[in-house]
């Protein structure tokens, strides 16, 4: 059993407030749940409101296809905000 994390660093240069911030981040969380079953979460720079910090975990068979789940998580990620991902980080464990 092999556990990947990834950590998703988006910027936001629309967002005013932390309103819009937490609107986006709820429904970026919500889609990519529903969609591939992983556990995700804004984890750092919450107070920061131009700037989307995301956790994302999965538990797999094969590192392969834990890389594979989470890069389809970051293209999913990319594909479905206006926000422009600027930095990923993956980790298995």
């Known amino acids: 059993?092999?556990?990947?994390?990834?950590?998703?660093?988006?910027?936001?240069?629309?967002v005013h407030s932390l309103k819009e911030k937490?609107?986006?981040?709820?429904?970026?969380t919500s889609r990519v749940r529903n969609k591939f079953n992983a556990s995700v979460c804004e984890v750092e720079m919450l107070d920061i409101h131009k700037t989307i910090v995301l956790g994302v975990g999965c538990v797999a068979n094969s590192k392969c296809y834990l890389y594979t789940v989470l890069q389809e998580i970051?293209?999913?990620?990319?594909?479905?905000?206006n926000a422009e991902v600027f930095d990923v980080e993956y980790d298995t464990f």
């Open 1 to 14: 059993m092999f556990i990947g994390t990834a950590i998703i660093k988006l910027h936001a240069p629309w």
């Open 22 to 28: 937490r609107a986006e981040v709820q429904k970026l």
């Open 74 to 81: 970051v293209k999913f990620v990319e594909v479905n905000t």
